[in-house]
């Protein structure tokens, strides 16, 4: 599915599902020495982003593509990809350097508290074979940490990446704090930096966010979850599970057909316990400080409310590539 097709030249294919980066077999994009791991490239699921970012700075490694006075890759992003991509490239001694816009982590960074991280054996430059199966984001995210301390990893952290461009045979990639020359560049971000919004009255306000980070803030409150995946039903089920809370669970369609089963049960426990009440085939149509207002079957609802989670996906990052 990678083989680089003659004419090339936009993201997706006509038969991908979503659009991402069209890539050799070598990760490379169809510009010479930018490469793409990760859940931008169509990977999302932590192994395999880790077997990614491992392998493209391997082929990186092999392309020979190397000039004096630049780093010899210029990595993009701290997550599963970026982090992996970074190991081999400082045992393979190549110049390296790692730009996050946030923290170590990058999306795994972002889940919620306590999440269940689900990976499975895999094998890590400098690191070894990593063992994890079935474990939390903090135990992933503390792991990595002490590796990234141990082997003195180069990751510069709340810096943005604004620019690429070309120069010299190279590249030119400017970021929010400085201006790096780099004989390649691995594009390791995540296809969902931006948040998709609403687009709705009141979506300003204070009190909507775009994604849950410890569920025992809601603590007493009323919520509106937005949403039909894996992160709604979570963020949903996680601020029910902590009690003297009431959620309401808002999604346009009629059922959650891309939602993995035991989200799904999460809920259906929540609601039959009386925690949470699901609103399929509704959308949301206003937002004020103390109600949000719903409709469905065409017919205004307005509920009570102190907060508004949106997990409605992210905005690809088109206009960046």
């Known amino acids: 599915s990678r083989r680089w097709p003659d004419a090339a030249r936009y993201l997706g294919t006509a038969t991908r599902g979503v659009d991402i980066p069209v890539l050799r077999a070598n990760f490379e994009s169809n510009v010479p020495g930018i490469y793409v791991a990760g859940e931008l490239g169509g990977m999302g699921l932590i192994r ?25 890759v210029l990595i993009v992003g701290a997550g599963p990809a970026g982090f992996a991509a970074a190991l081999t490239a400082q045992s393979l001694g190549l110049r390296y350097l790692v730009i996050e816009q946030e923290s170590l982590g990058g999306c795994v960074y972002q889940y919620p508290r306590g999440k269940l991280v689900m990976t499975s ?17 903090e135990e992933l995210l503390r792991f990595w940490t002490a590796a990234r301390a141990a082997h003195r990893v180069q990751i510069r952290c709340q810096e943005r990446v604004e620019s690429i461009d070309r120069f010299d045979g190279g590249f030119i990639v400017r970021t929010s704090r400085n201006r790096y020359p780099a004989s390649n560049v691995l ?5 969902r930096g931006t948040p998709r919004k609403l687009g709705v009255p009141g979506e300003d306000l204070p009190k909507v966010v775009y994604r849950l980070i410890d569920p025992e803030q809601y603590r007493g409150q009323k919520v509106l979850v937005v949403g039909g995946g894996d992160s709604a039903l979570e963020a949903a089920a996680s601020i029910a599970e902590v009690g003297d809370t009431h959620v309401t669970l808002s999604y346009r369609g009629d059922a959650f057909t891309r939602a993995k089963q035991r989200n799904r049960e999460r809920v259906d426990r929540a609601r039959e316990a009386g925690k949470l009440d699901l609103l399929l085939s509704s959308q949301v149509a206003e937002i004020h400080p103390d109600l949000v207002v719903l409709e469905r079957s065409g017919q205004p609802l307005k509920l009570r409310n102190q907060a508004v989670i949106v997990n409605a996906g992210g905005v690809l990052p088109n206009e960046f590539l």
């Open 48 to 72: 395999n982003a880790l077997v990614q970012g491992r392998e493209a700075a391997q082929a990186i490694a092999a392309s020979g593509r190397r000039q004096a006075g630049r780093l010899d």
């Open 121 to 137: 054996p895999v094998e890590l430059p400098l690191v070894g074979k990593v063992h994890f199966r079935h474990t939390s984001k």
């Open 187 to 191: 594009l390791a971000i995540g296809r």
